[in-house]
C-alpha cells in the first residue's frame, strides 16, 4: 500500500470537537502544505438552548466559520446528537469520505473517551477506513475504492480521562504552542458552546478549558508549553508498521514518549 497523499482527514462527533483536542496539529499541517478536511458527525442539535433546528443551524454556521479561517473543506453532518451509533449506514458514508479524501492521515477522538458518539465516531471512520479497499463494500455515496495506505491517529479523551476516570497517557505529543491562538481563534467561532459549556459541564468557558487541557498534555511531554497528545491506531489493514507520518512531517514539533511505546510493546 502507498500514499503520496497530501491530506489529512479529522473527524469529530460534534462542531467544536475538532477544534477542541485536534486543531492545532491541523493548524500545523495546514502550513506545511497540506491539505486539510474536517467532518463532523452530528449536528450539535442538543447542543444548545434552542429548538434541534434552531442549535442546528447555529452550529452549522460555526463549524463553517472555523474551517473558513483555515480553508478547510468542511462536509456536512450525518447525525442528529446522540445518534451516532456504529452500523453499516453510517460506516457506508464515513468509507465514501475516506475513499474521496484519499488522507495520509485521519485523527480521531479517543476510542475510550466519556461520551458514546465520540467513541462510536472512532469506530465508524476507523472501520469506514478498513473498508475504503474493499471493492464490494458500497459506500454512499458511491464512490470507488482506494486501496492507498493511511496511518490513523487518535486524540486524547475529552477532560483527559477515558469513561472510568482513569488518566490516559499520549504516545505521540504535538508542540502547538506557536499556533495556540490560532486555535483559540477557531474554537472562539463556536460562540453557542461557550456558554453551553458553562451551563452543562461546570467549565467557565470552552476556550480557558482547552487551553488549560492544552497545558496539562504540554506538562505530560515534560519539553511543550502546550501540546495535543496523540496514539497510533494498529496498522494492520491500515498502512506498514512502521508508517509514522506524524513524527515524519512535523519533526521536532513532535514527540515520542518512548516509555510509552515500550509499554506498548510489552517491554516494561
Known amino acids: 500500500m502507498e500514499n503520496s497523499s497530501n491530506s489529512a482527514l479529522f473527524a469529530g462527533a460534534h462542531p467544536d470537537d475538532i477544534?477542541?483536542?485536534m486543531a492545532g496539529t491541523l493548524l500545523l499541517?495546514?502550513?506545511?502544505?497540506?491539505?486539510?478536511?474536517?467532518?463532523?458527525?452530528?449536528?450539535?442539535?442538543?447542543?444548545?438552548?434552542?429548538?434541534c433546528d434552531e442549535n442546528a443551524s447555529?452550529?452549522?454556521?460555526?463549524?463553517?466559520?472555523?474551517?473558513?479561517?483555515?480553508?478547510?473543506?468542511?462536509?456536512?453532518?450525518?447525525?442528529?446528537?446522540?445518534?451516532?451509533?456504529?452500523?453499516?449506514?453510517?460506516?457506508?458514508?464515513a468509507c465514501s469520505i475516506v475513499r474521496e479524501v484519499k488522507p495520509r492521515f485521519i485523527f480521531l477522538p479517543a476510542p475510550d473517551d466519556y461520551m458514546e458518539d465520540h467513541v462510536n465516531t472512532s469506530r465508524i471512520l476507523?472501520?469506514?477506513?478498513?473498508?475504503?479497499?474493499?471493492?464490494?463494500?458500497?459506500?454512499d455515496p458511491p464512490r470507488?475504492?482506494?486501496?492507498?495506505?493511511?496511518?490513523i491517529y487518535h486524540a486524547l479523551p475529552y477532560g483527559l480521562r477515558d469513561q472510568l476516570g482513569r488518566f490516559v497517557r499520549a504516545s505521540h505529543y504535538v508542540d502547538i504552542s506557536s499556533i495556540l491562538e490560532k486555535k483559540k481563534e477557531m474554537l472562539a467561532c463556536h460562540k453557542s458552546q461557550n456558554k453551553w459549556v458553562?451551563?452543562?459541564?461546570?467549565?467557565?468557558s470552552s476556550i480557558e478549558f482547552m487551553e488549560e487541557i492544552s497545558q496539562i498534555v504540554g506538562r505530560m511531554s515534560s519539553i511543550f508549553r502546550s501540546a495535543e497528545g496523540w496514539r497510533r491506531h494498529s496498522s494492520i489493514g491500515f498502512c506498514r508498521e512502521e508508517d509514522d507520518p506524524l513524527l515524519e512531517v512535523l519533526g521536532e514539533k513532535c514527540f515520542i514518549d518512548k516509555d510509552y511505546e515500550r509499554w506498548l510493546r510489552g517491554e516494561l
Open 29 to 51: 499541517l495546514r502550513d506545511v502544505g497540506y491539505e486539510v478536511h474536517m467532518w463532523n458527525l452530528a449536528d450539535g442539535c442538543y447542543g444548545g438552548f434552542g429548538s
Open 58 to 93: 447555529v452550529r452549522w454556521s460555526e463549524a463553517k466559520k472555523s474551517a473558513s479561517i483555515v480553508g478547510a473543506h468542511l462536509y456536512p453532518p450525518v447525525s442528529s446528537d446522540l445518534s451516532i451509533f456504529y452500523g453499516k449506514e453510517l460506516i457506508a458514508k
Open 126 to 139: 476507523v472501520t469506514g477506513a478498513f473498508a475504503r479497499g474493499m471493492r464490494a463494500f458500497e459506500s
Open 19 to 21: 477544534e477542541f483536542m
Open 198 to 204: 458553562s451551563f452543562s459541564q461546570l467549565k467557565t
Open 144 to 151: 470507488d475504492a482506494w486501496e492507498g495506505s493511511v496511518t
